[in-house]
């Protein structure tokens, strides 16, 4: 029986280490997948601690989800090892990206094809163990997704960041063509936003950030204009650029974030925040009607959509993003990393050198 070497949680607010257990064998529908690489993600940062910020001294305490030692990690491509005797079309060798967004397959979500919304979910890397390991256990192969002639490291992110950009985007509705969309926040779900909207809009997007580095990344990635949201200028210079937004994506949700992304808004704008930053946004409230303001949040996506990001991404249709490759055993320097924020582009784990 092969080893399974994971970087593991086990205790919140503490860092990760190494635990080592025997291969899950798959059963029924089940799958092994060896994991190639697995992105690193901030909300793995908001699992670590154990809570959400909701703002003051609020906090949204998400430990009861799951059991410890847990193993982190959502951004999953690898290679089918073994699988169940039910698990058809899974053959071993096949190269795939993990969609890890599963739910109970009962409740109204699942049965409208809204798996990552699930009151029961069994989310890889969220309540089931995930990819920052040498295997993950997948409990059916149509959560596997043929990823060639991408690379892995370029798929794995697509499962999480990729696909919230993308179901971000895709929420925005025909508002995204009245005018250039607006991506506020250009980490790694960011500029993956970015990516998308070049390849999936006539203009290119607005962006904004309050890092100079990361408007010059996201300003030589295609974006038209870069903002920065900390100079008391720049709602200004949002309106006069577009005479208000109509589409806005925000990826950092903070009051921050907030207070700019809804304030550049023109009449009957949308703001989609899938940012998990944390704080209290407040509204003038007669501000929602009298700008016809929508203000919706989604959460990852669905499996119809990882397939239609899959697809477009193989199309050769989507720029890769920077993307650091670092060994799995450096699983907590490179969520540290992230935490400071100094981070440009994508993180990606690899366990080539651990299994
Ligand atoms: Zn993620
Ligand atoms: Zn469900």
């Not at 069994?122 to 060639?148: E, F, K, M, N």
């Not at 809009?201 to 010059?216: E, G, N, S, T, Y």
């Not at 119809?304 to 490759?325: F, N, Q, V, W």
Request: net charge negative; with cysteine.
């Amino acid at each position: 029986m092969a080893q399974l070497h994971r970087q593991s949680l086990i205790a919140y607010g503490q860092p990760l280490c190494e635990t080592v257990a025997d291969c899950p064998a798959p059963r029924g529908t089940e799958v092994l997948v060896r994991v190639e690489c697995c992105g690193v993600c901030h909300s793995d940062l908001h699992l670590q601690d154990g809570y959400f910020a909701l703002g003051g001294d609020k906090r949204l305490d998400i430990t009861k989800d799951r059991a410890l030692p847990f193993t982190l990690g959502h951004e999953i491509a690898g290679v089918i090892e073994a699988a169940g005797e039910a698990a058809e079309g899974a053959v071993r060798g096949h190269r795939v990206a993990v969609y890890p967004w599963i739910g109970c397959g009962k409740c109204p979500a699942c049965r409208a094809g809204e798996e990552n919304l699930c009151s029961a979910h069994r989310h890889i890397g969220i309540a089931v163990d995930g990819g920052y390991a040498t295997h993950v256990l997948v409990p059916h192969p149509r959560y596997l997704l043929d990823y060639s002639p991408l690379s892995p490291d370029f798929a794995g992110p697509l499962m999480c960041s990729g696909l919230t950009a993308f179901s971000a985007l895709r929420h925005l509705g025909e508002r995204a063509e009245r005018g250039p969309v607006l991506l506020v926040g250009l980490g790694g779900v960011g500029m993956m936003g970015l990516s998308l909207a070049r390849a999936l809009f006539h203009q290119p997007p607005l962006v904004a950030d309050i890092d100079a580095d990361k408007r010059a990344a996201a300003l030589a990635a295609g974006a038209a204009q870069a903002f920065d949201p900390a100079d008391p200028q720049a709602r200004r210079a949002v309106m006069a650029a577009t005479g208000g937004v109509l589409a806005a994506c925000d990826f950092v949700g903070s009051e921050k974030s907030l207070a700019f992304s809804t304030g550049v808004l023109g009449r009957g704008g949308k703001v989609v925040v899938t940012g998990l930053l944390g704080g209290n946004f407040s509204i003038a409230a007669a501000m929602i009607a009298i700008k016809a303001m929508t203000i919706e949040g989604t959460l990852t996506g669905t499996l119809a959509e990882a397939r239609e990001l899959i697809d477009l991404a193989r199309s050769g249709k989507l720029a890769t993003i920077p993307t650091h490759e670092r060994p799995l055993a450096q699983a907590q320097a490179a969520l540290d990393d992230l935490r400071t924020g100094r981070v440009v582009g994508r993180t990606v784990l690899s366990a080539a050198d651990d299994a």
